[in-house]
């Protein structure tokens, strides 16, 4: 595991089980492990780690003692601190914190999944590309609607090239002289629709 995401992990999971204990108030908790009450920030915040004596007597306080060794490992995770991957290809201060913690998620991960929510609309997808989203779509209890599809899919393409030609499907007219000629713009993602 990534030192970062342990930090992350022991910080955020030591506020939020104090959080929603009954012993929620710092000074308490403080009080009982013989520290400050800023101490107690400190520990959530990453400053400083307690010890494991201070630990387990915090997480008894907030009602999880059950989870000691959990918490005893990810403090001496972070206390190691040995470098992730990028703190020795990349100069110091590369990269910022917030995308250390997304890398050191990505590193600590069993597995990455990745998928793209859009699809090139039809008028600019190559033949290839259409059928592949067919068949993906039409697999399973679908698979008998795919010979149909393809045969709608050849007219579209038609029509594609139709319109890059810049003449309706079935016309003689020559394509650059006509007025009405089809021009196809193309917009990645909704960013800039989505801008003030």
């Known amino acids: ?3 970062v995401v342990a930090e992350w992990a022991f910080t955020q999971g030591l506020k939020k089980l104090r959080e929603a204990s009954e012993n929620s108030n710092q000074s308490e908790i ?3 492990i013989g520290k400050s009450r800023a101490t107690i920030g400190h520990y959530e915040m990453g400053r400083y780690l307690p010890s494991h004596d201070s630990l387990e007597i915090m997480l008894d306080a907030y009602g999880h003692s059950d989870r000691a060794p959990y918490y005893r490992e990810l403090r001496d995770r972070v206390e190691m601190h040995s470098p ?3 703190e020795d290809e990349f100069p110091e201060h590369f990269p910022p914190r917030s995308l250390a913690l997304l890398a050191g998620f990505e590193y600590s991960a069993t597995e ?3 998928f793209e929510p859009q699809h090139v609309p039809e008028l600019l997808q190559t033949p290839a590309y259409a059928e592949a989203l067919l068949r993906a779509e039409l697999a399973g209890p679908r698979a008998d609607q795919l010979t149909l599809h393809l045969r709608m899919l050849r007219g579209r393409q038609t ?3 139709s319109c890059r030609r810049g003449r309706a499907p079935g016309s003689r ?3 650059p002289s ?3 000629t089809v021009a196809a713009w193309e917009l990645r993602g909704c960013r800039p629709l989505r801008r003030p």
Do not use: F, K, Q, T
């Open 1 to 3: 595991m990534s030192h």
């Open 30 to 32: 403080a009080r009982r």
């Open 84 to 86: 992730d991957w990028w």
């Open 112 to 114: 990455v999944r990745a």
């Open 159 to 161: 029509r594609r090239r």
């Open 173 to 175: 007219l020559p394509g």
């Open 178 to 180: 006509r007025p009405d």
